[in-house]
């Protein structure tokens, strides 16, 4: 679909240079490669992935030092993780505070994301036929231990942590976001019609 005027391409939240601010655990890393490795479509590669983390989702201090899961007042924030040196995918972990929320975006390859602590809000949002406005399709509120895997098209959305705590989830990308900064292609300022 091409670029309106509404839609810009996104500067979004950025990992720190590129460099991993927290763990991965090897585990978890042999579970995405062995399904990544499968070269199946982007859609079926979001659903094996996110197939094979349900139930083996690790703890947020797993992942990220207590200092980096206080979250920022500023703006929610993304740590990568790991980036697969052929760059197939990389993991990152997101830290929201109560009522902070992406823009309307989708991404440039799949994505699997899973709460691992807190409650995050999405809202899914599609094209309307004459690529002026967003509908919104559905809405979900995503618990601890929910794993959810998309791929464009389809992938318009917008999250939020609606909790009264620090929210934590993983999300693992299919592109090296070490490399593009973030997984965003797109934000989307086009009005919602009903």
Do not use: K
């Amino acid at each position: 679909m091409p670029v309106t005027s509404q839609a810009r391409l996104a500067p979004a939240a950025r990992p720190a240079a590129g460099i991993p601010s927290g763990t991965c655990p090897a585990g978890l890393l042999r579970m995405v490669r062995a399904e990544v490795r499968h070269g199946l479509d982007w859609q079926r590669t979001a659903d094996r992935v996110a197939a094979a983390l349900r139930g083996r989702l690790p703890e947020p201090g797993a992942l990220l030092p207590a200092a980096l899961r206080r979250g920022d007042p500023a703006c929610y924030q993304s740590h990568l993780l790991h980036a697969e040196p052929d760059g197939s995918f990389s993991v990152a972990a997101m830290v929201w505070l109560p009522g902070q929320q992406t823009p309307v975006h989708d991404h440039v390859a799949w994505c699997v994301t899973a709460v691992l602590q807190g409650t995050e809000y999405e809202e899914i949002f599609t094209l309307t036929a004459d690529g002026q406005a967003l509908r919104r399709v559905t809405r979900n509120e995503n618990s601890p231990t929910t794993v959810c895997g998309f791929a464009p098209p389809g992938d318009i959305h917008r999250v939020r942590n609606t909790g009264d705590g620090v929210a934590v989830s993983m999300h693992i990308y299919g592109a090296d976001i070490s490399r593009l900064g973030n997984s965003i292609r797109r934000e989307y300022t086009l009005p919602v019609r009903a």
